[in-house]
T-cell receptor, first 115, second 111 residues
Framework: NAGVTQTPKFRVLKTGQSMTLLCAQDMNHEYMYWYRQDPGMGLRLIHYSVGEGTTAKGEVPDGYNVSRLKKQNFLLGLESAAPSQTSVYFC??????????????FGPGTRLTVL | KQEVTQIPAALSVPEGENLVLNCSFTDSAIYNLQWFRQDPGKGLTSLLLIQSSQREQTSGRLNASLDKSSGRSTLYIAASQPGDSATYLCAVSGTASKLTFGTGTRLQVTL
């Protein structure tokens, strides 16, 4: 039981390049989330999904796209990276209110630098 | 818009002390409140979750309380140890279990 895994762990991009961050969970959770963490700002929600094939915008969605084609995977895409997207990205999952505890489980993070 | 504030931003205590971390939120319409621990360069680990109908939760040396009507929660750590040094994050859950986080309290426990 690996929990929530993220790929890659580190990445350096040049402005304008694109990339995809992969999140995978093996807990059969319905809900998945992408957050970014910046110094002094705390964690902020980018996009989320409440089930396979669904996605929705969070607090800071601009410049990002997501897809949830399989229940266990949640992909975060940057089409044209900007220095303002330099951050640590965390994926999380939960069973939601159907899961009595509703605890969110986090991945180890992806540290992205955009030059 | 929900806003979560954590006080203090940083705290340094000698080993063995009992300590309290504070969290406040502006909108009392929450499903639950969660406390997380984050070690440097690592992900978040859930410590305690308090449902909106509950007043407190305990796990080992940790006790978290919730006063939903006043928008406050406290995390009490008894007999602190150097291994407790980390950043502690408070988050409240809204619709679709989305979390709104505070900016954290960075705790250092010294020998």
């Amino acid at each position: 039981n690996a929990g929530v895994t993220q790929t890659p762990k580190f990445r350096v991009l040049k402005t304008g390049q694109s990339m995809t961050l992969l999140c995978a969970q093996d807990m059969n959770h319905e809900y998945m989330y992408w957050y970014r963490q910046d110094p002094g700002m705390g964690l902020r929600l980018i996009h989320y999904s409440v089930g396979e094939g669904t996605t929705a915008k969070g607090e800071v969605p601009d410049g990002y796209n997501v897809s949830r084609l399989k229940k266990q995977n949640f992909l975060l895409g940057l089409e044209s990276a900007a220095p303002s997207q330099t951050s640590v990205y965390f994926c999380a999952s939960t069973g939601g209110l159907a899961d009595f505890t509703d605890t969110q489980y986090f991945g180890p993070g992806t540290r992205l630098t955009v030059l | 818009k929900q806003e979560v504030t954590q006080i203090p931003a940083a705290l340094s205590v000698p080993e063995g002390e009992n300590l309290v971390l504070n969290c406040s939120f502006t909108d009392s319409a929450i499903y639950n409140l969660q406390w997380f621990r984050q070690d440097p360069g690592k992900g978040l680990t859930s410590l305690l979750l308090i449902q909106s109908s509950q007043r407190e939760q305990t796990s080992g040396r940790l006790n978290a309380s919730l006063d939903k009507s006043s928008g406050r929660s406290t995390l009490y750590i008894a007999a602190s140890q150097p291994g407790d040094s980390a950043t502690y994050l408070c988050a409240v859950s809204g619709t679709a279990s989305k979390l709104t986080f505070g900016t954290g309290t960075r705790l250092q426990v010294t020998l």
